[in-house]
């Protein structure tokens, strides 16, 4: 009889465990993009592009799903470390039959950024210090980073929009080209 409530308690137990163990590896929760803010990280690029977009931290696929639904020729590439998340982000992709979408559960740092055109990211202040030196190191183009809430260091914002929200979230938006002498 203990037998069902305790499975479930288990699974729930170490579903719980999967989130706060990769919330401390990663240094984020996989907390979600509001409507407002995907909104307005999709309003800051011209899609479809030719490059594949991709989204650092792809969480449970908001952004990417809601990416890859509107622009069904955009190739949308999704990274996530966090298996729960990525694991629902999967099942979302499967069940609208999403093509165009690819989600890995990798690490986004290790990502081959220079293919891409633009970049989407809700990550923090070290997270983004990562992602610039990540930009200088390996992108030979213009990239596009539209980043939810933390500005990119030691680089001018393009455009920078305030969402009217309780917490006034800035959406900034770069336009990464590497300088001719590095
Ligand atoms: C705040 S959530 C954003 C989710 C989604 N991008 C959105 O806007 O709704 C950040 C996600 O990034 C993931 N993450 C952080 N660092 C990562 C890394 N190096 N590689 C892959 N995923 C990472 C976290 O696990 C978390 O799920």
Known sequence: MIILPLTLFIIL?????????YTLKTGISPMVSSKKARDTM???VDLPINEP???IGSGWGTLVVAVAKKHPTQRVI???LSWLPWCFSLLRKKCLGLTN???????????????AGV???YLFPEAMEKLYH???MECSHQIIVVSNNF?????QAHSTVTLNDFYRTPVYTYYYEKKANG
């Open 13 to 21: 137990f170490s579903m719980m465990v999967s989130i706060v163990w």
């Open 42 to 44: 999709l309003s800051c």
């Open 53 to 55: 977009i991709i989204d």
């Open 78 to 80: 999704g990274y996530e």
């Open 101 to 115: 979408l690819t989600l890995y559960r990798a690490n986004a740092f290790d990502a081959d950024i220079n293919s």
């Open 119 to 121: 970049l989407f990211c």
């Open 134 to 136: 990540k930009l200088v």
């Open 151 to 155: 500005a990119l260091p030691h680089i």
